[in-house]
């Protein structure tokens, strides 16, 4: 890791005042508006300019992910952004590996971390810090271990490489634990409808929701049509329970 990158940053974000919504405020966001885009970006303004058009679209969690060099900066120009004209937009980082990462993020604004396995002392430091804390598992024990550092959602990653059907086995014994699919997942309906009537509570859509739209600023409205498509999709096909935190 890039320490450097990491270093929590200062300017517009800083000292504005927010109240991080807790835990359970999260939650509530993540089942009401149950499609979260995921995207790794280097560019604020792009950045920006994507989590906009997914706003209008419906959505109501954006997560970016830490993998790219600048993309802590990116993350601080959006949530300086959606302090201003987003206010009920919560914002993740995703691909977190470790406390000093998410640290820098919450910091930054962020409302909830997402990592892509379960890591104690990632958890921990989630728990003390009061922020919403989402592993990734893919396996029965795995979900066990995520359950056990506190996790109230777990990330089914990578979703893809398994399909619903994998959902619908792991909840066959568990029906307390809330799933959000991740990793692969095409956006259309028919392949979220199959995730959400095997539990899903929400499900993590990255290049099969925002395409084009990444590179081409006037696919904007092109990316809030998919946005509100996938949005009733999984609202209509999803168990009541699952909607529930």
């Known amino acids: 890791m890039d320490t450097d990158r990491h270093d929590p940053p200062t300017?517009?974000?800083?000292?504005?005042?927010?109240?991080?919504?807790?835990?359970?405020?999260?939650?509530?966001?993540?089942?009401?508006?149950?499609?979260?885009?995921?995207?790794?970006?280097?560019?604020g303004a792009r950045l920006i300019r994507l989590a906009a058009a997914c706003h209008a679209g419906g959505v109501r969690a954006?997560?970016?992910?830490?993998?790219?060099?600048?993309?802590?900066?990116?993350?601080?120009?959006?949530?300086?952004?959606?302090?201003?004209?987003?206010?009920?937009?919560?914002?993740?980082?995703?691909?977190?590996?470790?406390?000093?990462?998410?640290?820098?993020?919450?910091?930054?604004?962020a409302d909830f971390v997402v990592a892509p396995f379960v890591d104690d002392d990632l958890a921990a430091w989630c728990l003390a810090a009061g922020v919403l804390h989402v592993p990734g598992a893919l396996t029965p024990t795995e979900v066990r271990r995520a359950r056990r550092t506190g996790a109230r959602l777990v990330k089914?990653?990578?979703?893809?490489?398994?399909?619903?059907?994998?959902?619908?086995?792991?909840?066959?014994?568990?029906?307390?634990?809330?799933f959000m699919p991740t990793g692969g997942l095409a956006a259309d309906a028919g392949t979220l409808a199959a995730w959400a009537r095997a539990g899903?509570?929400?499900?993590?859509?990255?290049?099969?929701?925002?395409?084009?739209g990444a590179d081409d600023p006037s696919d904007a409205a092109a990316l809030s049509a998919r946005c509100a498509a996938a949005l009733d999709a999984v609202?209509?096909?999803?168990?009541?329970?699952?909607?529930?935190p």
Not at 33 to 43: N, T, Y
Not at 63 to 90: I, Q
Not at 238 to 244: C, D, E, F, K, V
């Open 156 to 178: 089914l990653f990578p979703a893809g490489t398994v399909g619903p059907a994998h959902l619908a086995h792991l909840r066959g014994p568990d029906r307390t634990t809330r």
């Open 200 to 212: 899903a509570s929400c499900v993590g859509l990255g290049g099969g929701l925002i395409g084009a």
């Open 11 to 43: 300017g517009p974000r800083a000292g504005n005042g927010r109240v991080r919504p807790s835990p359970s405020e999260v939650l509530a966001t993540l089942f009401a508006a149950p499609v979260v885009p995921v995207h790794a970006e280097a560019d």
């Open 62 to 109: 954006f997560e970016a992910t830490d993998r790219l060099p600048g993309a802590l900066e990116a993350f601080a120009a959006l949530a300086a952004h959606r302090d201003r004209a987003l206010p009920d937009l919560v914002l993740g980082v995703g691909s977190v590996e470790e406390p000093a990462v998410a640290a820098a993020y919450v910091a930054a604004g």
């Open 235 to 244: 609202r209509a096909a999803r168990p009541a329970t699952a909607a529930t």
